[in-house]
């Protein structure tokens, strides 16, 4: 399969192994939850690479639908490169802007995608699946970097929505783009878009003979390349299909259903009775022209609406087109993640859908910039209590709901652990180790600080005999008592103990059915 290659690859391909985990600090006051959880909706403010390594331990493999619009590289969107890598040319690209002059600004932002859509593949469930928005200025590197990533094979589409409805009104623009792109790739062959239903329920059955009501259709269909079939061409009530036409049944079935009176003609053309107690759904593919799915307009105006000020934001996506891809990929119990929150479309759309169809959808948004609080939270804020002037109904009584808002914290630096400074909670410490170990989803529910022990995964119990205080740390080890007491417990099970020291003999490991890993070393060790 061909390669994607830019400047600075080599040192992304696993740039994100290197991303150290960082703790998420809830701000309760800045989020709707009286209890905030990180199974709540949630709003993360922070650099969305950090971020997303976070949530690894709590959500890798849960995400079922991801949603981002990542910056088009325009020239004039003033987004500037952060990622600290270890390399002497990426480092003399930080903290500048990105203009439309600068010869390596295709690398700059294939690297600044790359082990963020490692990462987001990494979140996926098996069936997710991610939709990307994009523009001409980088369609044809994220193709083929999403081909590399995801894999060619797991491609499903690339919509065209129509932004707006008319031209740019530029002198120099001899030709005004009217669509941006959404490339759309599932994690493997098991993602599937939902197909697009036409629910009987929705049919008027307008005529009524002694079987019931039925409504009327055609049952012609084109003769030509792969649906030609000369068998279809036989005669029904003495006519045969209009030129270029067969019927879409066969000879056998269609004698029965003519025998029970079961066709008409309709001026020129041969009808099938349908009757509304044997019709059923029928389904369709979805098309990937997006031509009734908002524009760039109805999202300014949705959020002037909503914040009673026009212009609040740049380039907005509208609900409409958000709330299309999600319900198209998403059932009512999914998560949904968006990385490049912004305006907060996306936790938008999850809370719409919701509010229709009964749905437990819950919204991951993820934000960088300052205003993650000011707009993307505060539109959460305003549309889950309600907008009194809305002009929508459900908008205008408030679309319900809550989320959790968290700050990105610091880094869990196992140097620090050594030297006992910085120390990260007992919870902190025990979701980035029960993951690095295990690669399994943390649960803190399941967390007993008291007993050590921090989850089971599909091969361990795990333990971490740790504490945050620097003087009972100094003191902690496994020994024969706690080992008596696990074993005893989970006698038929293999125990991880993680624990600054050991003071047992390996033949009471075994014994024990114990596997100790000394911290910090230990989980440097399994990390790499």
């Not at 960082?22 to 709707?32: A, D, F, I, S």
């Not at 010869?103 to 469930?125: G, Q, V």
């Not at 036409?198 to 030509?224: C, F, M, Q, V, W």
């Amino acid at each position: 399969m061909p390669s994607f290659h830019f400047k600075g690859k080599t040192f992304l391909q696993n740039y994100h192994h290197a991303v150290k985990f960082h703790n998420l600090v809830t701000q309760k006051t800045k989020g709707l939850s009286k209890s905030p959880s990180l199974d709540d909706n949630l709003i993360i403010h922070g650099d969305n690479l950090k971020a997303l390594k976070a949530l690894l331990p709590t959500h890798a493999g849960k995400i079922k639908c991801i949603y981002i619009d990542p910056p088009y590289n325009t020239g004039n969107e003033n987004w500037i490169y952060n990622d600290n890598v270890a390399s002497p040319m990426i480092r003399e690209w930080l903290g500048k802007v990105v203009a439309r002059d600068d010869l390596t600004r295709h690398d700059k932002w294939a690297c600044m995608m790359y082990p963020r859509l490692t990462l987001l593949r990494e979140l996926l469930k098996d069936d997710g699946i991610i939709f990307i928005s994009i523009d001409d200025n980088e369609f044809h590197h994220l193709r083929s970097m999403l081909d590399e990533i995801f894999g060619e094979d797991n491609f499903i589409a690339d919509f065209l929505w129509k932004k707006k409805a008319t031209s740019t009104n530029v002198k120099e623009a001899s030709v005004s783009s009217l669509v941006d792109y959404t490339l759309v790739y599932g994690k493997s062959g098991n993602a599937k878009l939902l197909q697009r239903i036409r629910s009987k329920e929705t049919r008027e059955y307008p005529h009524k003979d002694k079987l019931g009501n039925y409504r009327l259709t055609i049952i012609e269909k084109k003769n030509a390349g792969s649906y030609a079939r000369a068998t279809m061409q036989f005669e029904i009530l003495g006519k045969k299909p209009r030129a270029g036409k067969r019927w879409q049944i066969g000879e056998k079935k269609a004698r029965g259903l003519e025998a029970n009176g079961r066709f008409i003609i309709d001026g020129n053309v041969i009808k099938l009775k349908i009757y509304d107690f044997e019709d059923v759904d029928t389904y369709s593919s979805q098309p990937n022209l997006l031509d009734d799915h908002g524009s760039t307009d109805s999202a300014q105006s949705m959020l002037t609406e909503i914040f009673g000020e026009p212009e609040i934001f740049d380039n907005p996506k509208p609900i409409e087109l958000i709330y299309h891809l999600i319900s198209i990929s998403s059932t009512k119990d999914d998560v949904i993640l968006d990385s490049f929150a912004g305006s907060g479309t996306t936790g938008h759309a999850v809370l719409a859908l919701n509010k229709e169809d009964d749905g437990n959808r819950q919204f991951i948004l993820v934000e960088c910039e300052d205003y993650a609080d000011k707009i993307t939270a505060e539109r959460m804020r305003r549309v889950i209590k309600g907008i009194p002037n809305a002009a929508d109904e459900a908008l205008k009584s408030g679309l319900g709901g809550s989320f959790s808002f968290y700050e990105l914290g610091e880094e869990i630096n196992m140097e620090h652990l050594l030297e006992c400074r910085k120390l990260p909670s007992f919870e902190d410490l025990s979701k980035y180790a029960f993951f690095t170990a295990t690669g399994e989803k943390f649960n803190a529910k399941k967390l007993n600080e008291k007993t050590f022990h921090i989850g089971s995964s599909s091969t361990f119990e795990v333990f971490l005999i740790y504490s945050p205080d620097k003087k009972k740390l100094k003191e902690m080890a496994l020994n024969l008592d706690f080992a008596e007491r696990i074993h005893k417990q989970f006698p038929a099970r293999q125990k991880l103990v993680f624990a600054p020291a050991c003071f047992m003999e390996d033949y009471h490991l075994k014994e024990f059915n114990i596997r100790f890993a000394q911290l910090p070393f230990e989980i440097y060790r399994m990390a790499e």
